[in-house]
């Protein structure tokens, strides 16, 4: 049972880089998401996706980029890394119905580190 | 517009004594609540979610929850804490609109 399965795992990058980061889930959930966690702020939404070809902006948006061309997969793209993008990066999935009434299954976590 | 608070960063207790988590929500529209735990270097797991019917939600590992509309409160509860329940708790809410909004997370450590 893999569920949702982030890579890499760790990553350190310069200021002005670009990555993206992988996220791919194998139960067929419609709803995927992302966030980013800080020490003492809890999760907050980056971006989501209802369905292949629908994305939409979460709370914290700016400097990232998502697409979704496949159900399973789901990537995160940092255009310019800068230093205020050192977080750990959570993906998320659920069933139709989305995050606002459904359990969420979420992956190990990214831990992103900008030099 | 929804939002939860989360009215304590760090909660220690002795192993064995009973805790309440606190959590107080906001949100214009029908709520569901959820309660996620965090180990060490982990993703998060699902304590419990209350999404309609009884106010007193069980969850996993002993824990249960109660939702109160009058006080938009949803407080999680154990009556006998382990070692092994040292982890963040987040409260969590949604509502129709596809989001989900956390907490900043309350770090809860048992000490022997």
């Known amino acids: 049972n893999a569920g949702v399965t982030q890579t890499p795992k760790f990553q350190v990058l310069k200021t002005g880089q670009s990555m993206t980061l992988q996220c791919a889930q194998d139960?067929?959930?419609?709803?995927m998401s992302w966030y980013r966690q800080d020490p003492g702020m809890g999760l907050r939404l980056i971006h989501y996706s209802v369905g292949a070809g629908i994305t939409d902006q979460g709370e914290v948006p700016n400097g990232y980029n998502v697409s979704r061309s496949t159900t399973e997969d789901f990537p995160l793209r940092l255009l310019s890394a800068a230093p205020s993008q050192t977080s750990v990066y959570f993906c998320?999935?659920?069933?139709?119905?989305?995050?606002?009434?459904?359990?969420?299954?979420f992956g190990d976590g990214t831990r992103l580190s900008i030099l | 517009a929804q939002s939860v608070t989360q009215l304590d960063s760090q909660v220690p207790v002795f192993e064995e004594a009973p805790v309440e988590l606190r959590c107080n929500y906001s949100?214009?529209?029908?709520?569901?609540l959820f309660w996620y735990v965090q180990y060490p270097n982990q993703g998060l797991q699902l304590l419990l979610k209350y999404l309609s019917g009884s106010t007193l939600v069980k969850g996993i590992n002993g824990f249960e929850a109660e939702f109160n509309k009058s006080q938009t409160s949803f407080h999680l509860r154990k009556p006998s804490v382990h070692i092994s329940d040292t982890a963040e708790y987040f409260c969590a809410v949604g509502g129709s609109n596809y989001k989900l909004t956390f907490g900043k997370g309350t770090l809860l450590t048992v000490n022997p």
């Open positions: 949100s214009s529209v029908s709520v569901y």
């Open positions: 139960m067929n959930h419609e709803y």
């Open positions: 998320a999935s659920s069933p139709k119905g989305g995050a606002g009434n459904q359990p969420q299954h």
